[in-house]
């Protein structure tokens, strides 16, 4: 598959690099890759901000520090390996797509934290927060978590402007563009969905296995692995078939990826994720290791799960009781076979697939990745 | 100027019936054609969300809900008005980017009306109330007014992946749409910088009247006028001097339409406006009326300004002595004689410009229109 080019002085095919790496391997390449994309577009961004008046530069300053915080770029990184895996070559231009990934992301995280109420993401105070300590800083009037929240309300929305005039701007033609827009709009609207089912279901006193897994397809399937590859396939002006691949490939792994997510905020080590092991049970999210505890549990063992899941001054015994339930109902075995299970569905699909090697290679090397995480995850007896 | 057309089924030319109507019969005639368009939209949108899950449909309706609501449609109005003047001629097509228009309206009066707290928006309830009351409905556990204020940051969020979908799916060839976006794109920015000054401003004992201006600019000139007409230019494939002259003309209508908003907001008759004509001046909102009413006054009255602006609990009494110090100061009459110049400036702008006369004549309608709104507004004395 050849690619009509629009732009060729931005024609520099730095994919083939990423030919032979392991997943590891290349997520550090591309990061070292996208971050100075990013950080550009930054500085154009806050000089803007600062002619419409100085106070404008903290929402910008803010998204900066969020993008910069860490993360592992990984939607970006799939709509790099889809596009690459569908035959597209320019580097440059699919960067676009990939930061517009990335800043929408950023923009769905700073949301997501005003609902949870989190305080820290990856050991940073969240936005709402940030903007409370700068409301205090700057010895403003009224009350600062109402300052705090109204500007990362409004960070937000301007992350997700970013997000839209990174992927209108890239030097892709405009009929190509126009095609991936369909499955990126498609991915905030679903995205929205599932974000909202999410929602209602820590407001729910029970919700099914099968509601669980609608939460897992659309808040993270879709959101981190589908919609990213369909948006890298589209740019590169992939084949209707290209897209029925990344669909059956994007969403099992998508759904195992957030079932090991569950596995390790609730058994993993802090140090190693970064956020508290018992928020999970304190804030009663409805995961597919509780749902399931819950339905092959006995009934005395019920009513400590009634007492302790959701009960945010929950004891250290109490959510270990929590964890020892979980396990001794096979809930943590079901779970985690069933995320095997789906990266092995993946894996198969993807390996059947007749993608261009260097795309293919990265995508195959994500699903052995997770196959080892899961092996590595937690003691399951 | 000919249009070049992608899809000419729905080539109708429709603008034309709006030639020589009054500002008022032309928003009334443009609301008959833009509401079932959403409507149908909407049906849409429901069918898809129930295909998600049924809990996901109550994002869909709160939003159609808000649409509804009534408005006047303004900024959807001035995209399709500034389309026909510079020579566009397909009807259903401009109607997507109107459309999109309103659905980002939306989006923003959500996160306004929570970032202000705000229970009540023409007469009706605002998103998150609506969403606490479904809570209390529904029976959920937790909190209800913290799911409110969820459920409708997701809503909003929805409704900006909404407009986005519209305008981007617009028949219109795709070059031209790329194009558009850069001055909705760049329209999304500058409303997220203006709002944010303007929340920046009530936390602040005191700010300038440049900064005033400078709010009124990018939070409601280049919104709600500039830049959905430099949209609909964009997507009838205007010239370049174009977009100068709807700047010139834009952004000045804009400030004064905001101006008068202001006067009205403190000096109408609630059962006009919607909204009790106290809350401007209980929230401590600087409008041009405060800052410069502060600006002339005397120590005394100052020492009133101080008690009265920003108290939530300001009797009638209080409110009313305000009000009087914005009369006796001549802060009444500079707002009013101000808005009046910019309108006047904006009128001779689009007089002198060699735009088609159908959307000409609207323009020029609107400016009369407010004009007529101006010498009615208040008692002056």
């Not at 806050?46 to 915080?69: F, K």
């Not at 923009?107 to 820290?120: C, K, P, T, V």
């Not at 390790?264 to 994720?273: A, D, N, S, V, Y």
């Not at 079901?334 to 894996?347: F, G, W």
């Amino acid at each position: 598959m050849v690619e009509p080019f629009l732009y060729p002085e931005l024609y520099i095919d730095r994919s083939l690099e990423t030919s032979g790496k392991k997943a590891s391997e290349f997520l550090a390449w591309f990061k070292k890759e996208i971050e100075p994309f990013l950080e550009e577009y930054f500085d154009e961004k806050i000089r803007e901000a600062s002619e419409v008046h100085p106070e404008a530069v903290v929402l910008v300053e803010e998204i900066r520090r969020m993008v910069g915080a860490g993360g592992k770029k990984i939607r970006s990184a799939f709509a790099y390996a889809a596009y690459v895996a569908s035959g597209g070559r320019s580097h440059e231009a699919i960067l676009y797509a990939s930061a517009a990934l990335e800043l929408w992301h950023t923009f769905a995280i700073i949301h997501d934290d005003i609902i949870d109420e989190s305080n820290l993401r990856r050991g940073q105070p969240t936005a709402h927060i940030a903007f409370d300590k700068f409301h205090q800083n700057r010895n403003f009037s009224g009350d600062s978590q109402r300052f705090g929240i109204s500007a990362a309300i409004l960070a937000g929305d301007l992350a997700f402007s970013f997000a839209d005039e990174l992927l209108d701007s890239a030097p892709f033609p405009a009929e190509r563009i126009r095609r991936a827009k369909i499955y990126y709009n498609a991915m905030k609207q679903q995205t929205a969905y599932g974000e909202h089912l999410d929602v209602i279901s820590q407001f729910k006193k029970q919700i099914s296995e099968a509601d669980v897994l609608k939460i897992l397809e659309y808040k993270t399937a879709k959101y981190t692995i589908e919609r990213p590859l369909h948006i890298g396939a589209a740019l590169a002006g992939a084949d209707e078939k290209y897209f029925q691949i990344f669909s059956a490939y994007g969403v099992p792994l998508g759904q195992a990826f957030q079932i090991q997510d569950d596995i390790l905020g609730t058994f993993g080590k802090e140090e190693e994720i970064g956020k508290s092991v018992d928020s999970d049970i304190k804030e009663g999210k409805k995961t597919l290791l509780i749902i399931k505890a819950y339905e092959l549990t006995n009934l005395l063992e019920k009513s400590v799960l009634n007492k302790v899941v959701g009960n945010k001054k929950a004891s250290e015994g109490q959510i270990e009781k929590v964890r020892e339930i979980i396990k001794s109902t096979g809930s943590l075995k079901y779970s985690d076979t069933l995320a095997r299970e789906l990266i092995n569905q993946a894996r198969g699909v993807m390996t059947a697939s007749k993608l261009a090697e260097e795309g293919k290679n990265y995508l195959l090397q994500i699903c052995d990745f997770l196959l080892v995480r899961a092996a590595s995850l937690v003691d399951l007896r």
